[in-house]
């Protein structure tokens, strides 16, 4: 499938640096829950994280904004993709969780650089968690990816999984809790990596 503005390869790439980017932070930074905020020691790494995952933040909103747009309103006259009703399911699937979890990301890249506000942020996170658990289900019920849609909904489940977690992580100085948040960014960081490479593979394909 061709549309305007293909850029799901990169998209799929920058979930894989995402994941791993929130995994390390939760595994590395020492988060204190009562205060809300990361000790001095782990100052000069939370920085870091903060433009590293601030930048895919915004990448994450531009091209979810731009999915939203024109993918469902955009498609070239003539194509297979005309009607924009036919597959208008794709600018929520992919624009709307791009969106979203863009959001969420520049949240945590500003919490990381004031060093406060990790529970609201996971607020947010569990809020757009739920609603990537509402697209896994809506691509194996619908069969919206047309092939694999078992396997595609389990990329959303992920990302949802480690939202959710996000608030006992954040609210407790509990490693356990951190380590369960860790895996799920870890496990949905290899998964968007797998496609992504196969998307990748795809797109350039002569």
């Known amino acids: 499938m061709v549309f305007p503005y293909d850029f799901l390869d990169s998209m799929m790439w920058s979930i894989f640096a995402s994941g791993l980017l929130v995994g390390i ?10 205060t809300d905020s990361v000790e001095e020691k782990g100052r000069n790494l939370s920085i870091g994280l903060a433009i590293a995952i601030g930048a895919m933040g915004f990448y994450f909103f531009i091209t979810g904004i731009t999915i939203s747009f024109t993918w469902s309103l955009g498609f070239p006259p003539g194509s297979q993709f005309a009607d924009p009703y036919r597959f208008g399911y794709f600018n929520v699937l992919y ?21 406060k506000g990790f529970h609201g942020v996971s607020y947010l996170a569990l809020a ?19 092939d694999r849609s078992q396997l595609v909904s389990l990329l959303y489940l ?33 998964a968007w990596l797998y496609f992504g490479y196969l998307t990748t593979m795809s797109h350039l394909k002569p």
């Open 158 to 190: 992920g990302p949802a999984a480690a939202g959710i977690f996000s608030v006992p992580a954040t609210h407790m100085d509990n490693k356990f809790m951190r380590w369960i948040f860790a895996i799920f960014a870890f496990l949905f960081a290899v």
């Open 95 to 115: 624009g709307g969780a791009a969106g979203l979890g863009g959001i969420v990301l520049l949240a945590l890249a500003a919490a990381l650089f004031l060093n």
């Open 128 to 146: 757009v968690g739920l609603y990537l658990a509402v697209d896994a289900v809506a691509i194996t019920q619908y069969n919206l990816v047309f």
């Open 25 to 34: 932070a939760a595994l590395r930074l020492p988060l204190k829950a009562s």
